[in-house]
């Protein structure tokens, strides 16, 4: 595993009611997540609703990190903007922080743009950084930014920065475009985002995997990202996650596993999961995973 990416969390961030973010619960959750399997932990991506925490926000979770201490090289720090100028700042601030990667998804407001104008505008920001652009992994998730990376963008990209672009994480959930990925850019590591493909995907030569899931149950995410070993309770539990927004839905099934409902709370314009709907999905995850431990 010392040449792979290995598993990384994909982490929750925990709020307050008030939408105040819980310092502590953030810092114990990493520390829980790297000590139960993962490599690194991912901070302000999908699953932590990066997109809603600000430039202070992300400053005082990075120093409530360091403060437990978990270091630049346990962490991805996912940078979410259209704007260039903001994107840099929180670009910076992970590279001042010395990530280990920096998760870039392309510019989410502008809609039906082409892979000229997407090659003109990751370039702008990967020269804008210089020295700091470093371990980069662009990030595809067209369910959530409605902009896809073309497998040929990707190859543009990591020829006219090699050594800076190294990986894609594959959110797609299109197992056809991940074969595709796999195949032609066995370079990068090639990180699998639809646990229901994760170990399909290492027996192609994926590295592995930045998991909401592994907020959960890290464990039983491991033999699929070391040795590429199927896993029939991971796919139904994802196809049990799906029914509902999967943000919230990640967070109930976190606040199932720890007994603690402050796991619950998102950021507007999320809206925290009807009570019903935890309980049926924290009923299918125990049935899953309880009844087999048992």
């Known amino acids: 595993m010392s040449d792979r990416f290995g598993l990384s969390a994909a982490m929750t961030t ?34 932590g609703e990066g997109a809603s925490i600000g430039t202070s926000g992300r400053e005082q979770i990075l120093g409530a990190l360091a403060g437990a201490g978990v270091t630049g090289r346990d962490m991805v720090v996912c940078v979410t903007a259209s704007s260039v100028h903001e994107l840099l700042v929180q670009a910076r601030m992970a590279a001042d922080f010395s990530a280990r990667n920096i998760l870039l998804p392309p510019p989410f407001y502008f809609k039906g743009v082409s892979d000229d104008g997407l090659y003109a505008w990751f370039s702008q920001v990967l020269e804008k950084l210089g020295s700091a652009a470093r371990g980069v992994i662009l990030y595809n998730i067209p369910s959530v930014t409605q902009v896809a990376l073309s497998v040929e963008l990707i190859g543009r990209l990591k ?122 999905l924290s009923l299918a995850y125990d049935r899953l995973f309880e009844a087999q431990a048992a």
């Open 159 to 280: 020829q006219a920065f090699p050594g800076v672009v190294t990986g894609v994480k594959d959110s797609s959930g299109d197992w056809a475009y991940t074969q595709k990925l796999l195949s032609a850019h066995k370079d990068l590591a090639i990180l699998i985002g639809d646990e229901r493909y994760l170990a399909e995907g290492v027996r192609l030569g994926g590295q592995g995997a930045i998991s909401g899931l592994a907020n959960v149950c890290p464990q039983a995410l491991l033999p699929l990202v070391r040795d590429g070993q199927d896993d029939s309770r991971i796919n139904d539990l994802v196809d049990e996650v799906l029914r509902y927004p999967v943000t919230p839905a990640v967070k109930a099934l976190m606040a199932h596993r720890t007994g603690n409902r402050a796991w619950l709370n998102v950021r507007a314009p999320l809206m925290t999961m009807a009570e019903g709907d935890a309980a049926r």
């Open 14 to 47: 925990p709020f307050r009611p008030t939408g105040a973010i819980d310092h502590a619960l953030c810092a114990s959750h990493a520390q829980w997540c790297l000590a139960n399997g993962c490599t690194s932990i991912t901070v302000f991506g999908t699953t």
